[in-house]
């Protein structure tokens, strides 16, 4: 299993890179660590591309949606401490989502700020959902 969830995830990875200028901020508008960096947290931080691609993540490893805004300084801190501690994540799955873009997300999920973390299952259901906090917060959320 955990070599067809590495196959699935860097397919989706591969895949997701295009709508990562759609769904998130281009880099030159997102400043310091806006963008999504896909290098070495390409398997474990994807951009948000559909919801049901989330659910087929879900219903593999942990996964957790994560409302960010390029001007939030403190989602900004959060995904560069998720980008180095990316391997800390072990199975679980953070799919980055644009706050401003994502309006019917918002809406699924009772959203109202950035920096919120929604952790869903399979079938995207809303298991839990915290504001702030960065990598150590979503570790023991996940339980990796």
């Known amino acids: 299993m955990r ?11 591969a895949a997701a890179v295009p709508a990562q200028q759609s769904m998130m901020a281009p880099p030159a508008e997102a400043g310091q660590g806006g963008s999504m960096m896909m290098s070495g947290a390409a398997t474990r931080l994807l951009p948000f591309t559909d919801l049901s691609t989330a659910r087929l993540l879900a219903a593999r490893a942990p996964t957790v949606l994560f409302f960010q805004d390029s001007a939030c300084q403190s989602c900004q801190a959060a995904l560069r401490e998720l980008q180095a501690g990316a391997k800390r994540l072990g199975e679980a799955v953070v799919i980055v989502v644009d706050f401003d873009r994502a309006v019917e997300l918002k809406k699924r999920y009772e959203v109202d700020s950035p920096h919120t973390w929604v952790r869903i299952d399979g ?10 906090g960065g990598l150590e917060e979503l570790l023991r959320r996940v339980g990796s």
Request: cysteine-free; proline content about 0%.
């Open 3 to 13: 070599g067809f969830l590495a196959a699935l995830l860097l397919s989706v990875s």
């Open 123 to 132: 079938e995207g259901r809303k298991l839990a959902a915290w504001s702030g």
